[in-house]
């Protein structure tokens, strides 16, 4: 089994009233076939529900419903995932409300970070 393509994971604690508006950013910068990932606090790694691959735009639509609800449910994770042979990108949010982000393009992160830093 090869290497899975990425090169930094970060974490990241984010004021519960822009953890939407953050993952959503991290969202939209990942490649365009995504899989959605869910899970209950105490599910580990390999109990997660990975969805088929679908268009981000429509996963979106549908997490967009409900988006204040996930921010807050202390019992729910969930993230997406873009994953191929030699490259994932990930950007999930763990129950206890903060963002991991696994990727490869350290500077395109810091970039959207920044971003938030400057935005109020």
Known sequence: MGLIGFNNLDEINIDNDRLWKNFKTF???????ISLIVGHKDDNPNKLYYSDYREKFKVYSKLEEYGGELVQDGFLKFGVIHQTDNYLEEVFIHNAKYIQYWGIDRKKFLNIMNHFLCVK
Not at 27 to 33: A, E, H, K, T, V
């Open 27 to 33: 969202l939209f910068s990942i490649p365009d076939m």
